[in-house]
């Protein structure tokens, strides 16, 4: 009796030649070529889209809380720059200003969240008075 090495060698129709052959020829041929400039926006298209969207449906409110948010990041920035450039000699100092700072921000990011009314169905039990 043959080794099964032996009959595949012969046989060049055998079943595992012929599935490799099958699937990597449609694999090549399916994919049509897309450029880059086809589909794809520039990013500053895609901030400037993300920009009005933001402010044409987003509140007063919310808009006032993300100006807050975003204060407190340049404060968090700027406190972490100057103990980097000047010095963390009072290291207290550093460590309670940083972390009040970022526990402003925990904080308003909650308000935030439960003010939007996009999350209305979820805080249905807290006043809208916020």
């Given at each position: ?9 012969q ?10 052959t ?37 509140p007063?409110?919310?808009?006032l809380?993300?100006?807050f ?11 972490f720059?100057?103990?980097?450039l ?17 526990g402003?921000?925990?904080l308003?990011a ?9 999350n ?11």
């Amino acid at each position: 009796m043959p080794s099964k090495r032996h009959v595949s060698s012969q046989n060049p129709s055998s079943p595992s030649s012929t599935s490799k052959t099958t699937a990597s020829a449609p694999a090549t041929t399916a994919r049509p070529a897309i450029s880059k400039s086809d589909n794809a926006s520039s990013p500053q298209d895609i901030l400037a889209g993300m920009w009005r969207n933001y402010n044409s449906t987003t509140p007063q409110r919310v808009k006032l809380i993300d100006a807050f948010m975003a204060f407190l990041v340049l404060v968090g920035v700027l406190q972490f720059v100057y103990c980097v450039l000047v010095g963390n000699y009072p290291f207290n100092a550093f460590l309670s200003g940083f972390s009040a700072t970022v526990g402003q921000f925990v904080l308003t990011a909650s308000l935030r969240i439960q003010t939007n009314p996009d999350n209305r169905d979820e805080f249905k039990s807290l006043s809208h008075e916020r």
